[in-house]
């Protein structure tokens, strides 16, 4: 079994709480996007985000990989290029549960809680066959994704 560490340096234990998925079988590109729409909000507003996402209410904007992609009318941040990537958003959701039941485990005020760190990276590689015509095949590659997330608690009102 690999040993898995995390991308955020700064660690304390007292101060950040963390959760990671490994190995989920989405796009590292949706996911890529995902993570840095919902970098800097707290759990509480990257929830109904993503719960909108995945309700095609509001897109998550397409910052780097937005080739081809259509321009939607509901987006924060000026940008114009979204989409609606509900297997990712739902896998995030999941990620948003672990963090927030590892911070009340700590004894953390839920509340002020903001999403510090948001890392995706690329895993496994997975190599299939697709079978052609006449006895060939053409390589199918599925590469599988880790998605870190770090949360710290805000001092001060908001």
Known sequence: MPQFGYAFQNYDKTKHVRASIREKDISHKH???IAVAIKGMSIEKARE????????????????YNMEVAHRSNIRDGFFAGR????AAGEFLKLLDNLESNAEYKGM???RLRIVSAAVH???????FQPRAMGRSSP?????VHVELVAQEARGEE
Do not use: C, H, W
């Not at 199918?140 to 599988?144: A, H, I, R, S």
């Open 140 to 144: 199918k590659y599925d590469t599988l």
């Open 49 to 64: 985000f993503l719960e909108n996402v995945i309700a095609r209410k509001e897109a998550v904007p397409y910052r780097r």
């Open 109 to 111: 005020d839920l509340d």
């Open 84 to 87: 609606f990537p509900e297997k």
């Open 31 to 33: 996911s890529r996007e």
């Open 122 to 128: 690329k895993g496994t590689k997975l190599q299939r």
